[in-house]
């Protein structure tokens, strides 16, 4: 090597050692202009530097520093006070001893995760030929001093969980409001305005199309007796089948977000678990505490959108009215757990309903009355609570009614009866003005031992609460059948 190259290399390499020397603060996307803090609390803030190496955030609502030290692997973390919700934005400024980066409009709020598949994906301009009810106005008259924002995690699998994900956050403006999941757009819109015009902030990790297991961490599947021997091969997007591998998207998709402090998580997804509805009812709770576990947040909420009736499963149509009973028990094997219906918004034959604003609107019902006490009222629909067997009929009792179950007189659709043989009977069934109560009628059974209601792949919901409504689709024998 002549002497003239080696100056050359050796040059290189002082370069890089300058250059690692001083290597500037990195921070995840989801740390970035426009980013929604959760409001009074301590929320995290982290990314890398130097081994070794002090780091400082400054924030603009108090005059601390946030000090902390960045581990052997260059990584750091620190939490931050944050203030009531505010509408002005604020800067938070993080630095080391060589560099400085400067977040700046950052709005002090609410922030959910929400996570799912399509139902939970498709955006407030809808799919091809798949609308979504109201949408335009939505987007048309969207302005960016509006505070919610929304962050997207870009599509991707993995093997192992990873530091980054690709995204945003957008402002409330045309375009952003248009690709958000139309689902939180409503969520979030609803829920600003009754808390007086709050920031909100919704991080939306979702796929259309993926069962439970994919969102699941390698841990939680071994737990749940998941096949995982090839959790650990390298994977892309063309792998075959990656989707139905355990964690792809809990690695990729959920792990770079959990370090994010967030008041609580919104799912909609079940679609794909309906060939397994009993596989599904064991997964859920460890699916549940997994992502509990990976914010460190304690038990946080959990609210959950059932899937709406439709008519064209095929085949797996079958296991749906027991997918919808196995989704309403979640409630009582998980705490702090809560179903929106939606037996009165489903679509005969889209698997996409139209109307997303309800169930927007109804997961907002479940935060605000058990997140912020702005909602005395109701929040599910009516829930069974017993029946009482009265000669040839049963009398049936609900709680969450908000009063008492609707409508009076008017024969109810979506009833079936059974007797000591078990085998169900369409039945007929009233709210009668008389005594209020549900009573069910079935001519082919002599003595009623069980009713079950919503059990069939579509139907029109019937029964209401006092509010409007759906019950929650039920076996008076609490079974899941």
């Not at 929604?36 to 955030?57: C, F, M, Y």
């Not at 040839?392 to 009076?408: E, H, K």
């Not at 209601?453 to 029109?460: I, K, T, V």
Request: net charge negative; with cysteine; aromatic share 10%.
């Amino acid at each position: 090597m002549t002497a003239l190259k080696k100056r050359i290399l050796a040059f290189a390499a002082g370069i890089a050692t300058v250059a690692s020397a001083n290597a500037k603060i990195e921070l995840p996307t989801l740390m970035s202009d426009n980013m929604v803090l959760q409001q009074q609390t301590d929320a995290r803030l982290w990314g890398k530097a130097n081994a070794g190496e002090k780091v400082t955030a400054k924030v603009s609502w108090d005059k601390n520093k946030y000090t902390t030290t960045a581990d052997a692997d260059g990584k750091w973390s620190l939490t931050v006070k944050t203030p009531e919700a505010s509408r002005e934005a604020q800067t938070i400024t993080i630095s080391d001893n060589d560099s400085k980066v400067s977040l700046t409009d950052v709005l002090i709020g609410e922030v959910w995760y929400c996570s799912g598949q399509s139902n939970m994906e498709i955006p407030l301009r809808g799919y091809n030929h798949q609308p979504i009810d109201g949408a335009l106005d939505v987007i048309l008259t969207a302005r960016e001093d509006k505070p919610i924002r929304m962050f997207t995690v870009e599509k991707g699998v993995s093997s192992t969980p990873v530091d980054s994900c690709g995204g945003h956050w957008g402002k409330h403006n045309q375009k952003e409001v248009a690709d958000c999941s139309a689902t939180e757009y409503f969520f979030a819109d609803y829920l600003s305005e009754v808390l007086g015009d709050v920031p909100v902030g919704v991080i939306i990790s979702v796929w259309g199309g993926t069962q439970v297991q994919a969102w699941m961490s390698r841990a939680a599947a071994e737990e749940a007796g998941l096949d995982v021997s090839l959790i650990d091969e390298a994977v892309d997007r063309s792998t075959p089948d990656v989707l139905l591998r355990p964690s792809v998207l809990y690695n990729s998709m959920a792990a770079p977000v959990l370090p994010y402090t967030v008041k609580g998580m919104l799912w909609y997804q079940g679609e794909n678990n309906v060939y397994h509805p009993d596989e599904y009812e064991r997964l859920m709770p460890i699916f549940v505490q997994c992502m509990r576990d990976g914010f460190g947040l304690g038990d946080i909420p959990f609210y959950y959108v059932q899937v709406a009736p439709c008519d064209t499963y095929g085949e797996p149509g079958k296991n749906l009215g027991k997918l919808r009973l196995v989704q309403a028990k979640l409630m009582e094997q998980v705490k702090n757990c809560g179903m929106v219906v939606t037996m009165d918004i489903g679509d005969r034959i889209c698997i996409h309903p139209r109307n997303k604003k309800d169930v927007g609107k109804r997961l907002a019902y479940w935060a605000l009355a058990k997140d912020y006490s702005m909602n005395d009222y109701v929040c599910s629909g009516p829930i069974f609570d017993h029946m009482v067997q009265d000669g040839s009929r049963a009398l049936l009792y609900f709680r969450n009614t908000g009063g008492a179950v609707s409508p009076l007189e008017e024969w109810l659709d979506g009833f079936e009866a059974a007797g000591e043989d078990g085998v169900y009977h369409p039945a007929r069934a009233m709210v009668e003005l008389a005594t209020g109560t549900l009573t069910v009628y079935c001519d082919e059974v002599k003595e009623i031992k069980k009713v079950r209601y919503g059990y069939r792949p579509y139907f029109e919901a019937s029964l209401f609460d006092n509010f409007g409504l759906p019950a929650t689709p039920f076996v008076t024998t609490g079974e899941v059948e």
